[in-house]
């Protein structure tokens, strides 16, 4: 099941029955599907100019850290999913939070068991783990000095009026907020222990950011991060350890936190989406890891259990077979490797047409882009400069662009992808090479290093393409990086993102996650002017070397 967001509550009668309600459905109402011990309520989310989210609602029934890693582990086998958010009540810090402020854990998660303190004031340190990059810069850039303006008053006001009416049915009642909450975007503390005034002050000694403490967070964040999935913790203060009717608090505290992430999930810029299928194309008709594959089965080398992840390169590919097949020559090991991969690249893309190219819906206008990237380089009389372009394939955009370039590269693992380039450019030079072993270009020998949509590859080793690419370059030259950001289907038009390694998923955040990888590295090989540019249908990196 494909769901943008799922939101998780812990406490059945109090949390989830105040998670329903915030989200418009009957509070006692019955799952609209189980899936094993999953249980799971579908809801829709407007969204002012953007299509609504799908959102799936589900509670762990299970308290602490060790239950709540393995239902979240659970939870995500069920449901396919981009983000997921853990909301429900907490124990808050007296002397920095109020009854049902909100705190939200865009600082990350301290497990402050690992914080244990020794004879002599010394002891371990806590163990933290942090939200992923889209959803922690969102929340740190989402203003909530404008929450009220934004309608969040209204809707927690609303909302616990609404369960007010339905709880007095069962003579029960709810309080209400005496104050004007506040959000605080700090860090929540979680632990195996049942938080008292006692141990929150220790806790807080521990990491002066921690603003509530609980003890489901850091099982489901450490479940998360194993999935590569990004999340958040939002709780609401039912208390401070101290209170006799803390119970009593719980619901209208998990309001305060559920009603934010609804006003959070409906105001966001940007949100992780579910991506969509890539079902006609080029790119799904043959997988690199299947041609791999094969070819090294041939080569009595099985590598079916490898998974080609996304940060899986070539070289630890060498290494896995190596250990996988001892007596093999590593030496040898690493020729039918390389070779394998280079024979997968060549199947898949020797032969690409100006159809199986996202560029070709507009090449002009490309071009165009391409050029004014050169132009506000300050890249002048790109035609005279020593330009080596790093996967180059058959370079089919070449008309116009580089087939003038008088002292051109061409570097490719297709001797047949080569063999087109030099048709669509007459002066180049063909290099059969890896881009992470630029073997036989000097140092310090180009003025421009050029690699259009190459790097995000599978196999494809970053850190050893940008040492060769530093190597290559000479001071004051520029790298040109691009990022494919856009596919062609046949059946669905154009869609967004990146697809998701041995899968047909498109992901819209995937590209953003490379190009931040490149910026990282390019900073630490100390190149300087480094700039990114969105393009039509990539995206661009860019950077000078040091002088």
């Known amino acids: 099941m494909n769901f943008d967001a799922v939101i998780v509550s812990v406490l059945r009668d109090t949390e989830h029955r105040a998670l329903l309600a915030t989200f418009g459905l009957d509070p006692f109402s019955d799952p609209d599907k189980r899936d094993d011990d999953v249980e ?26 060790r239950d709540s890693y393995g239902r979240t582990k659970e939870i995500l086998k069920a449901v396919n999913t981009k983000s997921i958010y853990l909301v429900g009540s907490a124990g808050g810090r007296k002397d920095k939070t109020s009854i049902c402020h909100v705190v939200v854990s865009s600082k990350g998660i301290m497990y402050y068991e690992k914080g244990r303190m020794r004879a002599g004031g010394t002891g371990d340190k806590p163990e933290y783990t942090s939200p992923k990059r889209l959803l922690k810069n969102e929340v740190k850039h989402f203003d909530t000095l404008y929450t009220y303006t934004r309608g969040w008053k209204d809707e927690y006001n609303s909302i616990l009026q609404n369960l007010q009416q339905r709880y007095s049915r069962y003579n029960k009642t709810l309080p209400m907020p005496t104050s004007e909450p506040e959000v605080h975007l700090n860090m929540i503390a979680s632990g195996e222990k049942i938080v008292n005034e006692e141990l929150m002050e220790a806790i807080c000694s521990l990491n002066d950011e921690v603003r509530a403490a609980e003890m489901e967070g850091y099982g489901f964040a450490k479940a998360c991060d194993e999935s590569e999935i990004e999340w958040l913790v939002i709780r609401g203060i039912s208390d401070f350890g101290d209170r006799e009717d803390k119970e009593n608090w719980k619901t209208t505290a998990t309001v305060m936190a559920a009603s934010f992430l609804k006003i959070f999930l409906k105001h966001a810029s940007q949100l992780p989406r579910q991506g969509e299928r890539l079902e006609s194309s080029i790119y799904v008709s043959q997988k690199i890891p299947d041609i791999v594959r094969q070819e090294l089965q041939k080569k009595s080398i099985d590598i079916t259990a490898v998974k080609f992840s996304l940060d ?12 996988l097949y001892p007596d093999m020559d590593s030496k040898q090991i690493r020729k039918v490797v390389r070779e394998a991969r280079a024979i997968a690249f060549e199947t898949k893309y020797a032969d690409r047409t100006e159809k199986d190219d996202e560029r070709f819906t507009d090449i002009e206008r490309w071009k165009e882009e391409f050029r004014d990237l050169l132009s506000d380089l300050g890249i002048q009389k790109f035609n005279k400069k020593r330009v080596i372009n790093v996967g180059i394939s058959n370079c089919l955009e070449a008309e116009g662009l580089f087939d003038k370039i008088e002292e051109f590269i061409g570097i490719d693992l297709s001797p047949k992808a080569l063999e087109g380039a030099k048709g669509n450019c007459p002066k180049l030079k063909c290099i059969v090479n890896d881009a992470e072993d630029l073997h036989g270009i000097e140092n310090g020998s180009q003025d421009v290093y050029i690699s259009l949509r190459t790097y995000q590859s599978t196999l494809f080793d970053i850190n050893a393409a940008l040492f060769e690419a530093y190597r290559v370059l000479r001071p004051g030259g520029w790298i040109v990086i691009s990022i494919s950001n856009t596919f062609i289907d046949e059946t669905k038009g154009i869609l967004k993102g990146l697809l998701l390694p041995e899968s047909s998923e498109v992901d819209p955040d995937l590209p953003y996650r490379f190009i931040s990888k490149i910026r990282e590295r390019l900073k630490m090989l100390n190149f300087e002017s480094i700039g990114m540019r969105m393009g039509m249908v990539e995206d661009y990196i860019y950077g000078q070397r040091g002088r």
Do not use: V
């Not at 989310?45 to 799936?56: F, T, Y």
């Not at 899986?312 to 250990?323: A, G, P, Q």
């Open 40 to 65: 799971i309520w579908r809801t829709k989310l407007d969204r002012s100019g953007d299509e609504p989210l799908n959102i799936a609602l589900t509670c762990m029934d299970e308290k602490g850290i």
């Open 312 to 323: 899986l390169t070539i070289s630890d590919l060498e290494r896995i077979c190596c250990i």
